[in-house]
């Protein structure tokens, strides 16, 4: 069975920071999907970025970046020079074919 | 285009008592998703569907029944609420292609007393 475990509930950095979200993911199959979501106190939730089974390349878009490492079936989310913006909770899953499996997330609180 | 909405945001219910939840989305998506979240847990699946006409259960479907009479709405039951039910219910859809993201509305914040 599928299943997400971010180890991390709260982490607390202070601005400009780097930080790292941590995902670990469990799937018998071999093509699967990996998505990060952002929860802010508004309570919506933002789509981050989407990874494919087959692409291991890491990517940078701006402050963030992901490292996605099959041999670990990890796939981490770092923020270079966090802000107070940042403050929200995120969340990690894996989609296989008609269904998500979500992480239980982690807080990330930013202090100016 | 209003993407994925959901009525009612907010809802007070008593133990025993019965309510339904309406999800539309606008987008044409062949699926659609209900997950509910509590604090430390997560988004969990409850029911999905993958058409008009079509349903099966999540991770967590006991309590809840649903309905998709029509491919843009989905309907999630609650025909006698439990406190264990208060929580937060999230909708969402996406296309047919599951490497889609799919599409979130802005959630409904249930209390059952």
């Known amino acids: 069975a599928q299943k997400v475990t971010q180890a991390q509930t709260e982490i607390s950095v202070v601005e400009k920071e780097d930080v790292t979200l941590d995902c670990v993911y469990e799937t018998r199959d071999t093509t699967y999907y990996l998505f990060w979501y952002k929860q802010p106190p508004s309570g919506e939730l933002v789509f981050l970025i989407r990874r494919n089974s087959f692409d291991e390349q890491n990517e940078i878009s701006g402050r963030y970046s992901w490292n996605f490492q099959k041999s670990t079936s990890s796939f981490n989310f770092t923020i270079t020079a966090s802000q107070v913006v940042d403050s929200a909770v995120y969340f990690c899953?894996?989609?296989?074919?008609?269904?998500?499996?979500f992480g239980a997330g982690t807080r990330l609180t930013v202090k100016p | 285009n209003a993407g994925v909405t959901q009525t009612p945001k907010f809802r007070v219910l008593k133990t025993g008592q019965s309510m339904t939840l309406l999800c539309a989305q606008d987008m044409n998506h062949e699926y659609m998703y209900w997950y509910r979240q509590d604090p430390g847990m997560g988004l969990r699946l409850i029911h999905y569907?993958?058409?008009?006409?079509?349903?099966a259960k999540g991770e967590v479907p006991d309590g809840y029944n649903v309905s998709r009479l029509k491919k843009q709405n989905f309907l999630l039951g609650l025909e006698s609420a439990a406190p264990s039910q208060t929580s937060v219910y999230f909708c969402a859809s996406r296309t047919w292609d599951f490497t889609d993201t799919q599409y979130f509305g802005p959630g409904t914040r249930l209390t059952v007393l």
């Open positions: 899953a894996l989609s296989e074919y008609n269904d998500m499996r």
């Open positions: 569907s993958v058409g008009e006409g079509t349903t």
